[in-house]
């Protein structure tokens, strides 16, 4: 097992909290969050970004920092709950990791993310219908995903084997 691992998924799915466990199991894994690269990079918030510039400039600024962290191998990368709908970024993502889609339901999503202010699409009158419609819009690239694990009833250490397990057999395929 020699590739990247990427985690894609909705804002509180599981991507940072599994990325961090999944690097403890593979010690010889960097993981690598493109959201923390651009905060530490930019010297500001993903939700100042937003509002000082734009959604178009962040997805731009996403892309570039996708590009750049892509290169290698023994990567986790878990990358921003909408950097999966740029098609140069989703390409980017395919063709230099695995990527695993870490599906939830709304409602666990809604009930994690309820009271997280910093995310920027989700500051609305009404966060759960938002984040309802961002679910609908981004589910039919998230399938695009090597792999699908519902996160749903799972507690983590089911999780990283399903994770586990899956880069495991493509490996052995090759």
Known sequence: MESNIVLIGMPSCGKSTI?????????????IDSDS???KTQGMKIAEIFEKYSEDYFRKLEYDTIKLICSGKNKIISVGGGSFENPDSRGTLLRFGKVIYLKSDLDVLYYRISSDTSRPLLNSENPRKTLEKLLK???E????????IDTTDKDENEILNLILGSIDETSSQC
């Open 19 to 31: 990325g961090k466990l999944l690097a403890e199991k593979l010690p010889n894994y960097t993981l």
């Open 141 to 148: 690239n998230y399938k695009k995903a090597h792999f699908t």
């Open 37 to 39: 690269v651009i905060e």
């Open 137 to 139: 819009k981004r589910e």
